[in-house]
């Protein structure tokens, strides 16, 4: 999504520095993007990019290379002190990381597109939106906003 969606309708046509999608160990699943001068457009995109994965306009090659860039961070080395954190911090043992990470490799096509439509189209949709920035148009004509200012 990042790289192969996210990167082109937000970087490079919508001129914001950097964007992207993240799952976090928490379960919540967020949009991002920064130096973004395009903010209503950016949040579009966020719809577009979940219909985008539901009609898996995408390569197998591009499935391969998602799990090499989340296998890049999932296989990062840990340091000495380290270890033994995530058990203690989340309760996940050994067995369970290489569960996950077996699950994580067997990914397909067919998985993107049903996790897709379950939880990013048909499932609870957009929960919080928060932009941090200047003044723009959109948050000031528009009243559903709430606007906290620093002095």
Same mark, same amino acid.
């Given at each position: =999504?990042?790289?192969?969606?996210? !990167?082109? %309708?937000?970087? %490079?046509?919508? /001129?914001?520095?950097?964007?992207?999608?993240? =799952? /976090?160990?928490?379960?919540?699943?967020?949009?991002?993007?920064?130096?973004?001068?395009?903010?209503?457009?950016?949040?579009?995109?966020?719809?577009?990019?979940?219909?985008?994965?539901?009609?898996?306009?995408?390569?197998?090659?591009?499935?391969?290379?998602?799990?090499?860039?989340?296998?890049?961070?999932?296989?990062? $080395?840990?340091? $000495?002190?380290?270890?033994? =954190?995530?058990?203690?911090?989340? !309760?996940?043992?050994?067995?369970?990381?290489?569960? !996950?990470?077996?699950?994580?490799?067997?990914?397909?096509?067919?998985? =993107?597109?049903?996790?897709?439509?379950?939880?990013?189209?048909?499932?609870?949709? #957009?929960?919080?939106?928060?932009?941090?920035? $200047?003044?723009?148009? #959109?948050?000031?004509? %528009?009243?559903?906003?709430?606007? !906290?200012?620093? %002095?």
């Amino acid at each position: =999504m990042s790289t192969k969606f996210l !990167h082109r %309708e937000i970087r %490079e046509k919508g /001129g914001a520095y950097g964007s992207g999608a993240l =799952m /976090g160990t928490s379960g919540n699943f967020t949009f991002y993007s920064y130096r973004d001068p395009n903010s209503e457009k950016t949040l579009d995109a966020f719809k577009k990019c979940c219909e985008w994965a539901v009609d898996a306009s995408y390569l197998d090659q591009d499935i391969d290379e998602a799990k090499l860039s989340v296998f890049s961070s999932v296989d990062s $080395p840990t340091a $000495p002190s380290s270890k033994g =954190m995530r058990h203690f911090k989340n !309760h996940v043992s050994d067995d369970v990381y290489q569960n !996950h990470r077996q699950q994580l490799l067997g990914v397909t096509r067919d998985d =993107m597109v049903r996790v897709a439509k379950s939880y990013l189209v048909n499932g609870d949709k #957009m929960n919080g939106t928060a932009l941090l920035g $200047p003044d723009n148009e #959109m948050t000031k004509n %528009e009243h559903s906003w709430i606007i !906290h200012k620093e %002095e």
